[in-house]
């Protein structure tokens, strides 16, 4: 989901209390952390990418626990 201000913010499901660490690459060969965040009770993680807007044509992303 883009931002108002154009940044990408990522959902991610999860346990409550799971901590979840989202990556990016824009080659799929190297990966780097965007940000960690802990579940809510509404079980899902939410990371915001401020480095996303105006830096890649593409940029993928993956969770890791």
């Avoid at 799971?18 to 965040?37: I, K, Q, Y």
């Avoid at 401020?50 to 890791?64: D, E, G, I, L």
């Amino acid at each position: 989901q883009v931002t108002p201000g154009g940044d990408v913010a990522v959902t991610i499901p999860a346990a409550p209390g799971t901590a979840v660490t989202l990556e990016a690459t824009t080659d799929f060969a190297a990966w780097s952390a965007v940000g960690t965040a802990l579940a809510g009770t509404n079980a899902a993680a939410r990371v915001v990418d401020t480095n996303a807007v105006n830096r890649f044509p593409h940029r993928f992303y993956r969770p890791r626990p």
